[in-house]
C-alpha cells in the first residue's frame, strides 16, 4: 500500500500518519522530520532549510525530491508533506504512483489555533496540540525533554503558510480526485483516525 496524507498545517497530518503508519505496518516518512533533522546537523544545507522554513516559506521542490529519492522504499509506505503541490504529484507519479491520498479537511480560523499552542519533542517525535496537549506546559509525556514552540509558529509565519495551502497544495484534491479520500480533520484524534481506517479497511 503506497499511501499519501494531506492537510492544511495543523490538521493533524503528523499524528495520523504515525497512527496509520503503525497499523498497516507501513514507513512513515515525513519530509518534515527529514527537513529537521538535516537543521539540527547545522550544516550547510541545514542552515539553508532553516533560512526557508523560520520564515514559513517551503523548501525548494529540487532539494525536496532529492531527499525524498534517498528515503523512499518500492512500497508500503506513507508520505507525509509531500506531495506540496502539482509539480511535485507528477515528479511522485514518475517515481512511484500511490494508490490512495488521505485529505484532513480542516478551517482557517480552527487551524490558527491550533498552530499557536503547537510542540513537537524532537527526541520522541511525538506531535503536540489542542487535541492532545503535554501535562506539564512544554515537556513532553513520555521523555521529560523541553519542547519550545516551533519558531515556524508565529502569527506572520502561519499566514503566510496558509496562504501557500491554499495556492500551491489545495489544488492536489483535484488532481488526485480519483484516489482522494476526504476526512474531517475537525474531530478528535481518535475519531479522525477511526474513520481513516474505516475506509483503509
Known amino acids: 500500500m503506497k499511501l499519501i496524507i494531506l492537510g492544511i498545517q495543523g490538521s493533524g497530518k503528523g499524528t495520523q500518519g504515525k497512527l496509520i503508519a503503525e497499523k498497516y505496518k507501513l514507513k512513515h516518512i515525513s519530509t518534515g522530520d527529514l527537513l529537521r533533522a538535516e537543521v539540527k546537523k547545522k550544516s550547510e544545507l541545514g542552515r539553508e532549510i532553516s533560512s526557508y522554513i523560520d520564515k514559513g516559506n517551503l523548501v525548494p521542490d529540487s532539494l525536496i525530491t532529492k531527499m525524498l529519492q ?14 506540496r503541490n502539482i509539480e511535485q504529484a507528477k515528479t511522485l507519479d514518475k517515481i512511484a504512483k500511490v494508490d490512495r491520498a488521505i485529505f484532513l479537511e480542516l478551517g482557517e480560523d480552527e487551524v490558527y489555533k491550533r498552530l499557536s499552542s503547537r510542540y513537537s519533542c524532537t527526541k520522541c517525535k511525538i506531535d503536540y496540540g489542542l487535541n492532545r496537549m503535554p501535562k506539564k506546559d512544554g515537556i513532553c509525556d513520555k521523555c521529560g525533554e523541553e519542547m519550545p514552540l516551533r519558531k515556524d509558529d508565529n502569527p506572520e509565519a502561519i499566514k503566510k503558510r496558509v496562504a501557500i495551502f491554499n495556492k500551491e497544495t489545495f489544488p492536489l484534491i483535484d488532481y488526485y480526485k480519483s484516489r482522494i479520500v476526504r476526512i474531517n480533520g475537525n474531530q478528535t484524534v481518535e475519531n479522525v483516525f477511526g474513520d481513516i481506517a474505516k475506509i483503509l479497511g
Request: cysteine-free; aromatic content about 14%.
Open 70 to 83: 534517498q528515503n523512499l522504499p518500492k512500497d508500503n509506505y506513507l508520505l507525509d508533506g509531500y506531495p
